[in-house]
């Protein structure tokens, strides 16, 4: 339940600080004191528009919170009509507020009775009457049909891009596969076509180079050894000379040993164009891969590997399209029995529950009322086999009509009265406003009881000018108009005592606090005690 309400600056609403109770919360007073600014502040809450109109004058904005226990919500409206809307202090749109709150409060009163009006919904009050397991095994039902049926048209709808896809995928997981080249390839054959390349050229090389160290009329060959000749008489005489000579000697033996490598070298350095042209074409193979999926070839792979898994993805996309359909003829199956199960406990439960809401309605200071559910087949949907609506008719001789047609604001509250005490409420707070148009005495009482029966069950706050209605209340509540410090109007609501709530009772009855009146509101909360209220 709402344990605390809070508003600010909500038209002449300066300051409301509420402590709600369990039970039946009643705000009674003189018309215009602004006992439906309670409800304009809780219809905020659940995602009603937010009117610059209804700020305070002379103020920015108005602010509205409500507590229930730990958590809380609150909506801050601005001049400028804009709205800013708080869940535990978090910032959320207007309709992730209105999505929290609307399973804890609901509203029936003079703005009115959404419900009622809005013919979609009336199934939901007969269903509330059958077997919660019949209602939500056809809820299941239909939720994992459509489900699957949404899968199926989303494969349905992509599948032309899918096969474009998957024969894209195909063609360069083979153009990959079809070289089967290995990491680090391309720099192996670089380096052998740029060898083959300039086989000419080495060959030329190593021959001049040969015939420069042996083969020439000055070779290189012919100085060392005529070098060699000059230093043997010195080498007889001078240590460092025959030093000289050894190493000559030596450099002779090696330039003999290069020279024979360079001819063997220029004789072997035949170009092999063949090869060459193969290496070529392989390298062009693996640059083709690195311009389109690389630019290395380990990046090749690496692209191998995500295709080959999108491919997978794709073809087994492939396959639950056609197990999806099998899947979802046994799912139109089980929902088609579940719809006619839930079709039959309709029909059964219609006339019953018709009787009996009428009952209660009639007792409700409209006695000629009549209540029918009129059930009518429509194809499969999300509400089953059939459309229901509640027909309504106040006064004898009328036809029955859809009830948001044609019940005024009162009535549609009565009928919410009377629905909310039959069937019990979906939120745990219940608000009704204008529920006592049009009524008194009598009436006025058994409607008083009707309230008083379903606080037993659910928090009820009722804004009344009826002393029968207020006489059943958990907690009083009395607003009224008065002049602040700076000499403006605000509205002021006090939690009544015992003697304060006689005194407003009294006023309620006679518009007196006379020692008559107030025995009249002693005799009235009397009766209002003495009403059984479990029939």
Not at 267 to 279: F, G, I, Y
Not at 295 to 321: C, F, K, T, W
């Amino acid at each position: 339940m709402i344990n605390n309400l809070e508003v600010r600056n909500l038209a002449i609403a300066d300051a409301l600080d509420l402590q709600l109770s369990e039970g039946l919360n009643v705000f009674s007073g003189e018309t215009g004191a602004g006992k439906s600014l309670i409800v304009d502040a809780l219809e905020l809450l659940l995602g009603a528009r937010g009117s610059a109109d209804l700020v305070r004058s002379g103020e920015d904005s108005l602010l509205v919170t409500a507590w229930w226990k730990d958590q809380s919500a609150s909506r801050r409206v601005s001049t400028a009509g804009r709205s800013t809307a708080r869940i535990d202090g978090e910032v959320v749109t207007v309709k992730e507020l209105a999505e929290y709150s609307s399973p804890r409060v609901t509203v029936h009163g003079q703005h009115a009775s959404q419900e009622l009006l809005g013919i979609k919904k009336h199934h939901s009050f007969l269903d509330r009457a059958l077997s919660a397991q019949v209602v939500e095994g056809f809820r299941s039902a239909y939720q994992a049909y459509t489900a699957a049926q949404n899968r199926l048209n989303a494969l349905k709808q992509s599948e032309l891009e899918r096969n474009r896809q998957l024969d894209l995928l195909s063609y360069q997981l083979q153009e990959i596969d079809e070289v089967k080249f290995t990491v680090g390839e391309d720099a192996t054959l670089q380096e052998e076509v740029t060898l083959l390349s300039n086989m000419e050229q080495i060959s030329n090389g190593a021959s001049t180079a040969a015939e420069i160290l042996s083969s020439s009329e000055q070779n290189a060959l012919d100085a060392v050894r005529a070098a060699m000749k000059a230093l043997q008489g010195p080498a007889k005489y001078s240590e460092e000379a025959k030093n000289l000579l050894s190493e000559l000697r030596e450099a002779l033996s090696t330039l003999s040993a290069i020279g024979q490598e360079l001819v063997s070298l220029a004789e072997t350095s035949v170009p092999d164009e063949e090869r060459l042209r193969m290496l070529e074409e392989r390298l062009g193979k693996l640059h083709r891969l690195q311009s389109k999926y690389g630019p290395g070839l380990q990046d090749v792979l690496h692209y191998r590997e995500q295709i080959a898994m999108e491919l997978e993805g794709l073809e087994s996309q492939n396959a639950d399209l056609s197990s999806l359909e099998a899947e979802i003829e046994t799912l139109k199956l089980e929902v088609q029995k579940r719809a006619a199960e839930l079709s039959q406990a309709r029909l059964t439960a219609a006339p019953t529950l018709s009787v009996r809401l009428e009952a209660v309605v009639q007792a409700l200071g409209m006695p000629n009322a009549r209540l029918m559910f009129e059930i009518s087949p429509c194809d499969l949907g999300p509400n089953g086999l059939e459309d229901v609506v509640l027909l309504f008719s106040a006064n004898l001789g009328e036809q029955l009509k859809e009830i948001g047609a044609i019940a005024s604001g009162g009535e549609l509250s009565r009928v919410m009265l009377a629905i909310s005490t039959v069937l019990g409420s979906d939120t745990p707070t219940v608000v009704f406003d204008e529920v006592d148009a049009g009524i008194g005495g009598e009436t006025a009482m058994k409607v008083g009881e009707q309230l008083s029966r379903l606080a037993r069950h659910k928090q009820v706050l009722v804004v009344t000018h009826l002393p029968q209605i207020a006489a059943f209340a958990t907690q009083h509540f009395k607003v009224e108009k008065a002049t602040n410090s700076e000499g403006r109007t605000v509205s002021r609501v006090t939690r009544l005592n015992d003697q304060a709530r006689l005194f407003e009772l009294a006023r309620m009855l006679s518009g007196s606090t006379s020692s008559v009146a107030v025995q009249h509101a002693m005799e009235l909360l009397d009766s209002a005690r003495a009403l059984p209220l479990d029939v």
